[in-house]
């Protein structure tokens, strides 16, 4: 498995932007898919975005489609989660996640990062 580490959670208002960030060692960063999921207070962790291995085809969550972006960085081991137009519902902790397999909706990953939280204030 891959280690992976975010970063760029914080508290921001409703409407504001935030990047994320997910540094990846151990293993051939591309060689794994690269996404994203997110947990909410009381509900159920959610996939929000994932990334194919070069970076060619992404695929989002109807929730976030259009105000979020995945992107990586293959020489950099980092895929990042740029978040804009952000409102309450998005608060949640965001968590990292890396497969060999790219997948959509039931993409389900192998490695975990530990998350970070993000706070959207009305």
């Known amino acids: 498995q891959v280690q992976l580490v975010e970063s760029g959670g914080g508290l921001v208002q409703a409407g504001g932007s935030l990047r994320l960030s997910c540094v990846a060692s151990g293993r051939t960063f591309s060689s794994y898919a690269m996404g994203w999921f997110r947990q909410a207070p009381g509900k159920e962790r959610e996939f929000v975005a994932v990334i194919s291995r070069s970076g060619a085809t992404t695929y989002y969550a109807d929730s976030v489609k259009g105000r979020f972006t995945i992107s990586r960085d293959n020489a950099k081991n980092t895929v990042y989660l740029q978040m804009s137009n952000l409102n309450p519902e998005d608060t949640a902790v965001y968590y990292c996640?890396?497969?060999?397999?790219?997948?959509?909706?039931?993409?389900?990953?192998?490695?975990w990062g530990q998350g970070t939280q993000v706070t959207v204030s009305s």
């Open positions: 996640a890396a497969d060999p397999n790219y997948g959509r909706v039931s993409w389900s990953p192998e490695s």
